[in-house]
T-cell receptor, first 113, second 112 residues
Framework: NAGVTQTPKFQVLKTGQSMTLQCAQD?????MSWYRQDPGMGLRLIHY???????DQGEVPNGYNVSRSTTEDFPLRLLSAAPSQTSVYFC????????????FGPGTRLTVL | GQQLNQSPQSMFIQEGEDVSMNCTSS?????WLWYKQDPGEGPVLLIA?????ELTSNGRLTAQFGITRKDSFLNISASIPSDVGIYFC????????????FGGGTRLMVKP
């Protein structure tokens, strides 16, 4: 099992550009989520999904879109990047929404100029 | 959002020493979690606590869920160089998509 994989590892964008951060898991987990990590603020939930076709907003969803067409994949889209979205983004998954053992991917470090 | 106060912010200790860090909240939670994050990696779950007063061990790590359900501590005994990293406490909000709220982290540095 590869666990939770994320691509790319690093990305630099200009303000206004769009891009998609990829996340995939091979553990047949129903629950997947996206967090951003900023210095001194811990991790904050952006969006989550409890299964294919079902997504919902987390604590800081503005500026981000998600979709879940398959159990394995949960991409995060930035429609028009802003400097405030400079952060490290982590994807996580768990067996179900009530399973607290969430497995995190290695992260994507995004810089928006 | 909900604040978790984690202390200390950083610790620089000698190899072999014991380490203690704690986390407090003004609200009650039913689940407390402790994660470790190595540089360039995502957090890894160390210990999950589900019952007030519960004391749980994982090797040299011991964590306790406070009896008031507003705090938790993590102890590491006989530290070794690979214990270096950032330790986060977290609580789970089941009624908010199982969102995890993280503390600010404790950066542990171990001198060989």
């Amino acid at each position: 099992n590869a666990g939770v994989t994320q691509t790319p590892k690093f990305q630099v964008l200009k303000t206004g550009q769009s891009m998609t951060l990829q996340c995939a898991q091979d553990m047949n987990h129903e629950y997947m989520s996206w967090y951003r990590q900023d210095p001194g603020m811990g991790l904050r939930l952006i969006h989550y999904s409890v299964g294919a076709g079902i997504t919902d907003q987390g604590e800081v969803p503005n500026g981000y879109n998600v979709s879940r067409s398959t159990t394995e994949d949960f991409p995060l889209r930035l429609l028009s990047a802003a400097p405030s979205q400079t952060s490290v983004y982590f994807c996580a998954s768990s067996y179900s929404i009530i399973d607290n053992e969430q497995f995190f991917g290695p992260g994507t470090r995004l810089t928006v100029l | 959002g909900q604040q978790l106060n984690q202390s200390p912010q950083s610790m620089f200790i000698q190899e072999g020493e014991d380490v203690s860090m704690n986390c407090t909240s003004s609200s009650i939670f039913n689940t407390w979690l402790w994660y470790k994050q190595d540089p360039g990696e995502g957090p890894v779950l160390l210990i999950a606590l589900y019952k007030a007063g519960e004391l749980t061990s994982n090797g040299r790590l011991t964590a306790q869920f406070g009896i008031t359900r507003k705090d938790s501590f993590l102890n590491i005994s006989a530290s070794i160089p690979s214990d270096v990293g950032i330790y986060f406490c977290a609580v789970a909000h089941l009624n908010a998509g199982n969102m995890l709220t993280f503390g600010g982290g404790t950066r542990l540095m171990v001198k060989p």
